[in-house]
T-cell receptor
Framework: AQTVTQSQPEMSVQEAETVTLSCTYD???????LFWYKQPPSRQMILVIR??????QNATENRFSVNFQKAAKSFSLKISDSQLGDTAMYFC????????FGAGTILRVKS | KAGVTQTPRYLIKTRGQQVTLSCSPI?????VSWYQQTPGQGLQFLFE???????NKGNFPGRFSGRQFSNSRSEMNVSTLELGDSALYLC??????????FGQGTRLTVV
């Protein structure tokens, strides 16, 4: 079975500051992929960043980076220089044999 | 390159009716998966199709069915609608077994 847990239902951050969203997961698959998706009020799911489990190097996409701790089954997302447009629901997701999502974290960026 | 297109965007149906939702994947993508999003249950995996074959299925009753055509377009059908089927239905396409790209969803309201 695959599970994804996001323990922070809501978070707030001031514009230009850094915020970290937490995610833990469990899977019996040896080869899997991890993702962070963003869902703004428009409801369009947007891929933010992905990490292949076999890669030790943490993925980075501009202001977004992850801290992938495979042994701890932890996959956190760090957003640097937060912008108002980052306000959205963020979902952590795991693909082993299907894509499973966490419950989501609502992030509010304040001016 | 056109994104994932879901039609219709909004639907209102009466209990007991059936509904068909459509999803056109990104050109070249052969995998299409469907998800149900509700405030209470979050994002739940319905099923995944690859080259016209159902590759994986979530834990939904048999009233939920799908199919994929030779051009990779997919349809999802829900029969004997219940109030609890009211949700945002999201379709995603992918080139391989990861990195799903989502459509804007179909908002189904059952009254």
């Amino acid at each position: 079975a695959q599970t994804v847990t996001q323990s922070q239902p809501e978070m707030s951050v001031q514009e230009a500051e850094t915020v970290t969203l937490s995610c833990t997961y469990d899977t019996s698959e040896n080869n899997y992929y991890l993702f962070w998706y963003k869902q703004p009020p428009s409801r369009q799911m947007i891929l933010v960043i992905r990490q292949e489990a076999y890669k030790q190097q943490n993925a980075t996409e501009n202001r977004f980076s992850v801290n992938f701790q495979k042994a701890a089954k932890s996959f956190s997302l760090k957003i640097s220089d937060s912008q108002l447009g980052d306000t959205a629901m963020y979902f952590c997701a795991l693909y082993g044999n299907k894509l499973v999502f966490g419950a989501g974290t609502i992030l509010r960026v304040k001016s | 390159k056109a994104g994932v297109t879901q039609t219709p965007r909004y639907l209102i149906k009466t209990r007991g009716q059936q509904v068909t939702l459509s999803c056109s994947p990104i050109s070249g993508h052969r995998s299409v998966s469907w998800y149900q999003q509700t405030p209470g249950q979050g994002l739940q995996f319905l099923f995944e199709y690859f080259s016209e074959t159902q590759r994986n299925k979530g834990n939904f009753p048999g009233r939920f069915s799908g199919r994929q055509f030779s051009n990779s377009r997919s349809e999802m059908n829900v029969s004997t609608l219940e109030l609890g089927d009211s949700a945002l239905y999201l379709c995603a396409s992918s080139l391989g077994q990861f990195e799903a790209f989502f459509g804007q969803g179909t908002r189904l309201t059952v009254v």
